[in-house]
């Protein structure tokens, strides 16, 4: 069981490029482990550091005014590319816990929501207004209502809908992955095994 998902208000960090797919997410050197720790270490470690190891000052993830964010604020087509679980891990390791973007690829969105990561796709017009209201102020806060299924623009008060599966929201607003259902649905699904023997 994992943490339970309800109402966040975060600060954001931006990442205005488009097309970042899952190894520029997590470069596929690191794909050899076989569990999630470390993984947040990792995240876009291209961008984030040098060849020498060294922080690039400029990228987003090393800017200090963003250092409390759990809300990534991304391009149009994030997590493109191969389908890697290994992305929504470092996602997930570095303590993100929302990503809004225009569009997701149909997998990673999937293995973002498989690791209690909450894709929120928007329309253009209201990401760009994002990423123009965190320029402004880097203070700026977004609120994602779960819920509601309702994404706020603090700085302007615009909201919008989205969309998520009936049964992802579910196990995130209860802090389920698909064995915790299973197990925490034993009865039900015992009960019905029963009834569809008898008639059989």
């Known amino acids: 069981m994992d943490q339970k998902f ?12 488009e097309n970042v797919d899952t190894d520029q997410i997590i470069p596929a050197r690191f794909l050899k482990a076989t569990d999630k720790e470390g993984f947040g270490d990792n995240l876009f470690r291209d961008w984030r550091y040098d060849k020498e190891g060294r922080l690039v000052d400029d990228f987003v993830l090393n800017d200090p ?3 409390d964010a759990v809300i990534l604020v991304a ?10 679980e290994h992305a929504a891990w470092a996602i997930a390791g570095y303590g993100f816990r929302v990503v809004i973007s225009s569009f997701f690829a149909d997998i990673h969105k999937q293995n973002e929501l498989n ?43 615009r909201q919008q809908h989205f969309d998520i599966n009936g049964y992802k929201k579910h196990c995130l607003m209860n802090g389920l992955d698909d064995i915790d259902f299973l197990v925490a649905n034993r009865q039900q699904t015992e009960q019905w095994e029963s009834a569809s023997s008898v008639g059989r």
């Open 6 to 17: 309800d109402t966040i208000t975060s600060i954001c960090v931006p990442l205005p490029i």
């Open 65 to 67: 005014r963003y250092k």
């Open 115 to 157: 690791n209690f990561v909450l894709p929120v796709q928007v329309t253009e017009d209201f990401l760009q207004e994002l990423f123009q209201s965190i320029k402004a102020d880097a203070k700026t806060t977004v609120t994602v209502d779960l819920p509601a299924q309702t994404v706020t623009n603090n700085a302007t008060g």
């Open 75 to 84: 391009g149009k087509n994030f997590g493109s590319g191969s389908s890697r």
